[in-house]
């Protein structure tokens, strides 16, 4: 199987670069000034030297850097992050417990924007200079152009406190204790919002990427070939143009997963949404490091594994990548 | 006569306002018969193309049939519905194009592709259909059929895809197979048998075929019938071998004797000089790299020696992929090899690190294929010409002094220096090319197929420019083509070049007169109207 083999190969490949961004990551904190101890000593208010030495000490912070390393990497290796001293609880547990919404944000988002983004290219594509065109790229522009957090602002003014259709914030109404299908239909409800806020930026990108991938296949050889062989003009732009067109939208979908990841903090603090980017906005604060670090590894893996995701899907589309 | 097939009568195909002339085809009449081969031939740009697509109703946006007809099967097709376009195309009217790489979708299978035609016009089922496009395959001679049908366009060679997209187009035994340019972008042996196997097929099916082409020695091959088009006007046509023979049109007249003759032209013969330029086993390989470090490996140059001596022009001949341009590029050092030597002017040039090869480049220049990617679009040309000399140091008003002279060496208008390589014509760009070239006064000039983009009328005078040049300046030329009817006029030694090495070196003439290796024999054999090139040769002859 020649697309699995080549995946081996990608996989392999990734296996360093998710060292990489560990090492990187832990020097980085290290770079910045003050420590959870001096964090803790200040906001218990007992900041004396001995207080925060000690505390430095239990935590192992006094040791050399290089110890401090070497226990991070070993532990990491076999997923323990470490422990939150601010939320007295593992990190991988703390972690865990949000990754759920966001991954449920983020791939909502990011495939909404794909599929809707590439129909409205075609369409765009199709009805070339006419007014479904024209309709389609001014709406682009206006969904290119919008600041995320304004556009989940207005959101929230327009939807919950006018027309009081969607909930403002949160991941589900706990206080009703709905079960089953009936959460589920909640979390959707719950999830409309804060997804259109991170993905309608996307859409735009992959309408316009999309539309200008489609202009250029249409004067391809091979929609002269398919159109000679008396082909519908439906079946040549769904059967053969499509697929062609939607390889580059796929290479720079997969190149912008990493920055999903980055617009969702503030899409997850505009609507109070219970993921990673809370949690890290949260840590960043509180200068809790070990939850930070947990964090930042965790989000390295994520896209690796969505980067991942998008190449097999590419060389199932594309015989003519090869191991 | 047979009966017609396809009558076109009058036909102006129109094109869009600002256009360099108003119609691309001016009043066009045809008749063209079933069983019958029509060669509708022209240079670039004289509308054969366009006319083909108008049939199949395949014109480009803003381009469109402004007044005729084109009868088929008792229908007007520039009157015909899109539907009953679509009824009519793949079914009854089949057509193949110029590169069947770009004309066949890249993600789908060969069998895939085949088998649309069929689902389209057939109420055939899965299993038929797949059986069919087997023996389909089958026909058109390619090996193993059922494993051409799972692969895909990429596995397959230039030849192959070329038969699998004949096999598409004579799915279903159309009554007309409409082919433009179908051999252009093949190898020459390659372009023998494809041709022989659209004559064969044509022949036992009785269709008729409208063959569109630049070549005349593809036309004495195939054509019952020719037409020659001229800036959208049918000039001439007639049977073969009245208008191969006894042209009556200038325009014909004209064309036919810009076709580079199968012969060796009368020359004097020079004294060879001492050795400019000499590639002593120069070997180079490409590596696949791969992460455990298992690649395929290709080598382009398998040890290959031969010397450039003063005053000669010798020819590197071969197909694509033989290694011919590479070694022109390795004798340039544009390219660095693996192992050998690369002599120049008496110093070993081949390990010189960029710094001190510089002074050797200006002794060595070359001239390029395309001369519209050649040459950078934002430089006037008295700078394209100019910027060699001045890296060499010498004063901008002397390099631009000497850029005008150099245009009028090439034959171009000195006013020329300062205009933008757009506004000019592929033979007069490819003349500029030879100028920037010669401004460094080099002693060996190396021309990589200069040209093989040109119409073969512009290419008869760049070909003379450059024999002209070569012997007044006393220049070294090293000249890679594909075309051994090129290598024949202009070159001394001819050395033929396959699978990275040189299987035959000889002077033109005892390589013309007895080739001694099979495939050098073979090439002979592949150059298209072959037989009808020799005898207009000795016709011509004295």
């Known amino acids: 199987m020649r697309r699995w083999r080549y995946f081996g190969y990608r996989l392999a490949f990734a296996l360093p670069v998710v060292f990489g961004i560990l090492v990187l990551n832990f020097f980085l904190i290290q770079l910045a000034p003050g420590d959870a101890a001096s964090v803790l000593a200040g906001e218990s208010g007992a900041a004396s030297p001995e207080y925060t030495a000690m505390l430095r000490e239990k935590f192992g912070l006094d040791r050399p850097l290089l110890e401090q390393f070497l226990a991070y990497i070993g532990n990491a290796v076999q997923f323990n992050l470490g422990y939150s001293f601010r939320n007295d609880s593992p990190v991988f547990e703390l972690i865990l417990a949000r990754l759920g919404p966001t991954l449920l944000l983020m791939l909502t988002a990011f495939g909404a924007a794909l599929t809707l983004g590439t129909a409205l290219g075609v369409l765009a594509a199709v009805a070339r200079n006419s007014w479904r065109d024209a309709v389609i790229s001014v709406i682009t522009l206006i969904c290119y152009a919008t600041p995320v957090f304004w556009l989940g602002l207005m959101l929230i003014v327009v939807f919950s406190v006018n027309l009081n259709w969607l909930p403002t914030s949160g991941f589900e109404s706990i206080a009703e204790g709905y079960e089953g299908w009936e959460r589920w239909v909640d979390i959707g409800r719950h999830l409309v919002m804060p997804g259109t806020a991170l993905g309608l930026f996307y859409l735009a990108l992959y309408t316009r990427v999309m539309r200008a991938s489609m202009l250029e296949q249409t004067g391809m050889d091979y929609v002269v070939t398919a159109r000679a062989k008396g082909q519908t003009e439906r079946k040549i732009v769904f059967g053969h143009m499509l697929r062609n067109a939607f390889l580059p939208v796929l290479t720079m979908a997969g190149v912008q997963a990493g920055n999903l990841i980055g617009g969702s903090v503030v899409v997850e603090t505009v609507f109070g949404w219970p993921g990673l980017g809370t949690l890290a906005f949260n840590a960043l604060q509180s200068r809790d490091l070990n939850l930070l670090l947990g964090i930042f590894f965790i989000s390295a893996c994520l896209v690796v594994a969505i980067n991942l995701a998008v190449e097999l899907l590419t060389i199932t589309l594309d015989p003519r990548i090869q191991a | ?542």
């Not at chain 2, 697509?53 to 014109?59: E, I, K, M, Q, T």
């Open chain 2, 1 to 542: 006569m047979s009966d017609v097939v396809l009558d076109i009568a009058n036909l102006t195909i129109g094109l869009p306002p600002g256009a360099d002339r108003a119609s691309a085809v001016q009043g066009m009449n045809l008749v063209l018969r079933a069983g019958e081969v029509t060669c509708l031939v022209g240079e670039s740009g004289s509308g054969k193309s366009l006319a083909a697509r108008a049939v199949l109703g395949l014109l480009p946006p803003r381009v469109g049939v402004s007044a005729g007809s084109i009868m088929f099967d008792g229908q007007d097709l520039t009157k015909a519905t899109p539907a009953q376009l679509a009824r009519i195309r793949g079914a009854r009217i089949g057509m193949i194009f110029q590169e069947p790489m770009t004309a066949l979708n890249p993600l789908h299978s060969i069998g895939r592709q085949i088998e649309e035609v069929l689902s389209i016009h057939t109420p055939l089922d899965r299993r038929a259909r797949r059986e069919k496009v087997v023996a389909l395959l089958a026909d058109v001679h390619l090996p193993d059929p059922a494993q051409i049908a799972r692969s895909f366009p990429h596995q397959l060679s230039g030849g192959q895809r070329q038969r699998a997209m004949i096999a598409m187009a004579l799915a279903l035994d159309p009554k007309l197979l409409i082919a433009d340019e179908p051999t252009t972008a093949l190898d020459v042996t390659t372009q023998a048998q494809i041709l022989h196997l659209i004559h064969e097929l044509q022949r036992s099916h009785g269709t008729a075929v409208l063959f569109i082409t630049h070549d005349f020695g593809v036309v004495a091959d195939i054509a019952d019938q020719v037409a020659v088009l001229q800036r959208g006007v049918l000039v001439e046509a007639g049977p073969r071998d009245a208008v191969l023979n006894d042209p009556q049109h200038p325009y014909t007249q004209a064309l036919l004797a810009a076709v580079p003759r199968l012969v060796v032209p009368q020359r004097t013969a020079e004294k060879p000089g001492i050795v400019m330029l000499e590639s002593i086993k120069a070997r180079k390989e490409y590596r696949q790299k791969s992460l455990f470090g298992r690649g395929r490996s290709t080598v382009a140059l398998d040890g290959v020696s031969v010397t450039l001596r003063r005053g000669e022009t010798l020819g590197l001949v071969g197909e694509s992929g033989s290694g011919k341009s590479t070694l022109a590029r390795a004798m340039t050092r544009l390219l660095s090899i693996d192992s050998g030597d690369i002599v120049l002017d008496g110093d070993e040039i081949t390990r010189l690190p960029q710094r001190l090869m510089r002074p050797h480049r200006q002794k060595i220049q070359m001239i390029f294929q395309d001369p519209y990617a050649s040459l950078n679009p934002r430089q006037k040309v008295v700078d394209v010409i100019a910027e060699g000399p001045i890296i060499h140091g010498l004063p901008r008003p002397e390099a631009e002094a000497r850029a005008r002279e150099l245009l009028g060496l090439v034959g171009l208008d000195p006013s020329a220096a300062d205009r933008y390589p757009h506004e000019f014509s592929g033979g007069q760009r490819q003349r500029i090319g030879i100028a920037r070239a010669l401004a460094l006064r080099p002693q060996v000039l190396v021309a990589d197929e200069p040209v093989s983009a040109l119409d073969v009328s512009v290419q008869a005078q760049v070909l003379a420019l450059l024999a002209d040049i070569k012997a007044r300046l006393q220049l070294s030329l090293l000249f890679v083509t594909h075309d051994l009817r090129v290598a024949l006029q202009i070159c001394d030694r001819i050395a033929v070049m396959r699978h990275g090495a040189i299987v035959e070196l000889a002077d033109t003439v005892d390589i013309y007169h007895s080739p001694q290796h099979p495939y050098t024999k073979a090439l002979f054999a592949a150059v298209p109207g072959a037989a009808w090139l020799q005898k207009e040769a000795a016709y011509a002859a004295p």
